[in-house]
């Protein structure tokens, strides 16, 4: 079995900054692409970063230039790092992660969430 784990999330107010992490833990062979989801009430899952396990970056519109994912390999962690936050960056992130496990079997895993909000 694999489970990621988030931690990092809180209240900020606005202009704060906050570190995500999540990491990963189990039967892994080998972990791919890794990223961060946000989602707030009423709303869909949206994309935030993602990160291969080569280091190439991708970031939604909203976040570039704010948010730096980042990711240690040997720790199977990804990170993301949000400075200048807003209100509009209040949400549930959720870390996901491109798993090959000891058995060869790939497939994606997600964690549980971790809530952030931020309001003065």
């Known amino acids: 079995q694999v489970q990621l784990v988030e931690s990092g999330g809180g209240l900020v107010q606005p202009g704060g900054s906050l570190r995500l992490s999540c990491a990963a833990s189990?039967?892994?062979?080998?972990?791919?692409?890794m990223g961060w989801y946000r989602q707030s009430p009423g709303k869909q899952r949206d994309l935030v970063a993602t990160?291969?396990?080569?280091?190439?970056?991708n970031y939604a519109d909203s976040v570039k230039g704010r948010f730096t994912i980042s990711r240690d390999n040997v720790k199977n962690t990804v990170y993301l790092q949000m400075n200048s936050l807003k209100p509009e960056d209040t949400a549930v992130y959720y870390c996901?992660?491109?798993?090959?496990?000891?058995?060869?079997?790939?497939?994606?895993?997600w964690g549980q969430g971790t809530q952030v909000t931020v309001s003065s």
């Open positions: 189990g039967s892994i062979f080998m972990i791919y692409g």
């Open positions: 996901n992660a491109a798993i090959t496990i000891a058995t060869m079997r790939n497939d994606v895993y």
């Open positions: 990160i291969t396990n080569g280091g190439s970056r």
